[in-house]
Each structure stands twice: as structure tokens, then as C-alpha cells.
């Protein structure tokens, strides 16, 4: 894989997680909160520059109430 294919797939996975987060009407401090991460975590995952440990992607789609795969789809 090439690292413009690897930052254009943190990209989609911030815009997929940030369009879901406003559709529940959560602030990033909210989810955060909700997920038990850091603010700045959520918003550097929403803006393509954090690659995520698995754990955190179930922690942030339970939060959400959602399925892990809602995430990555």
C-alpha cells in the first residue's frame, strides 16, 4: 500500500466518523467524552491524521451506538 493510499483512507474514515457525529448532533468534546479519548483525538482522527488501534474504532462506534463496520463502509 502507498502512503497517498493509506492517507486517503484516514481521510475517508474522518469524513465517514464526522458526518456520522453531526447526524447524531454530538460535539466532538461530546463523542470524546462519551468514548472516553481526548478531543483532540477525535478531531485529528475526523481530519485524516491519526491512524486508529482497533479498540478505539469499537470505543468510538460504541459511543455512536453503531457497528464498527458503519465506520469503515
Known sequence: MTKNE???IK???G???RSIRQTKELS???LALA???DRTYIGG???G???LSL???YKIARALKISPRDLIA
Request: net charge negative; hydrophobic share 30%; glycine share 0%.
Open 6 to 8: 493509506e492517507e486517503r
Open 15 to 17: 469524513q465517514r466518523l
Open 45 to 47: 482522527v475526523e481530519r
Open 49 to 51: 491524521e491519526r491512524n
Open 55 to 57: 479498540l478505539n474504532i
Open 35 to 37: 468514548c472516553n479519548l
Open 28 to 30: 466532538q468534546e461530546m
Open 11 to 13: 481521510r475517508e474514515f
